[in-house]
C-alpha cells in the first residue's frame, strides 16, 4: 500500500560492474586485522564478545591506541569505567601518551551529538549493554535498548563512514547478551576466548561479510 509520496529512482548495477574493494583500517595487531580480512572496513559495524575478565577492553584499547597512533581520529567510550581507569589501563600498555580521545557516557544522544561534531575514523563502545536511548523506556541492557542503540549507532557509522566496534557481554551459556537480532545487524561478529590463567587467547569471526 503506497502512501501517495513518490521515492527516488535507485542506481542498479549488474554483476559485470566493478567496484573497488573497499580501503582497510590496518590496526597495527597483525591477527586482529587477519581476523578481519585485512583491517577495519570504515562504514563497518563489528560485534566483539566475550567472557567478563577475558580481555575485551585492553585489547581494543591496544587497537585503539594503535590507530590512533597512525594519525586517524580514533574515540573510545565506555559505559562501565571512568576515564581515570581508562587512562590507568593505557598506562600499564605503554600507550597513555597516545592521541586516542576517552570518554565515559552512556547517553546515546549525547554520544551522537559529540559525533556529529567529530571527523571521526574508528567509534568503540564499550559496552552496547550499557548505552540507553531516552526514547525507550526499559532499561539500559533490556532487548529494546540493545536493539535500538545499535540500530542508531550503525546507522549513523554507516551514514558517516565511521568503523565502529561494539563490545557485548555474553550470558553463561556462552551466548551474545541482548536480542539475537543484533548479531545480524552487523557486519562481523567475533568471539574473544580463553582460559583465566592462560595467557594465550582466541579470537575468531563467526560472521563476517567482508
Known amino acids: 500500500m503506497f502512501s501517495g509520496k513518490i521515492g527516488k529512482s535507485i542506481k542498479l548495477l549488474n554483476l559485470i560492474s566493478s567496484e573497488e574493494e573497499p580501503p582497510r583500517l590496518k590496526t597495527g595487531l597483525s591477527e586482529f586485522d587477519r581476523v578481519l580480512g585485512g583491517g577495519l572496513v570504515p562504514a563497518s559495524a563489528i560485534l566483539l564478545s566475550g567472557d567478563p575478565g577475558i580481555g575485551k577492553s ?11 597512533d597512525s594519525g586517524a581520529n580514533v574515540i573510545y567510550i565506555s559505559g562501565e569505567e571512568a ?12 600507550t597513555d601518551q597516545s592521541p586516542v580521545k576517552i570518554a565515559a557516557e552512556t547517553n546515546l544522544r549525547d554520544i551522537l551529538t559529540t559525533l556529529d561534531n567529530e571527523n571521526v575514523d574508528l567509534l568503540i563502545i564499550d559496552s552496547i549493554q550499557t548505552i540507553y536511548s531516552e526514547n525507550i523506556e526499559s532499561a539500559p541492557g533490556s532487548v529494546g535498548q540493545v536493539r ?44 574473544f576466548e580463553g582460559e583465566r590463567g592462560i595467557h594465550f587467547r582466541i579470537l575468531r569471526a563467526v560472521k563476517n561479510r567482508f
Request: aromatic share 4%; with cysteine.
Open 58 to 68: 585492553t585489547l581494543l584499547l591496544q587497537v585503539a591506541t594503535n590507530i590512533a
Open 83 to 94: 576515564t581515570a581507569q581508562i587512562r590507568m589501563r593505557a598506562r600499564r600498555l605503554g
Open 148 to 191: 535500538s542503540c545499535v540500530l542508531d549507532l550503525t546507522n549513523f557509522a554507516k551514514r558517516k563512514g565511521i568503523a565502529i566496534i561494539f563490545v557485548g557481554h555474553m550470558t553463561k551459556d556462552g551466548q551474545i547478551a541482548g536480542p539475537k537480532l543484533v548479531e545480524h545487524m552487523v557486519d562481523t561478529v567475533m568471539y
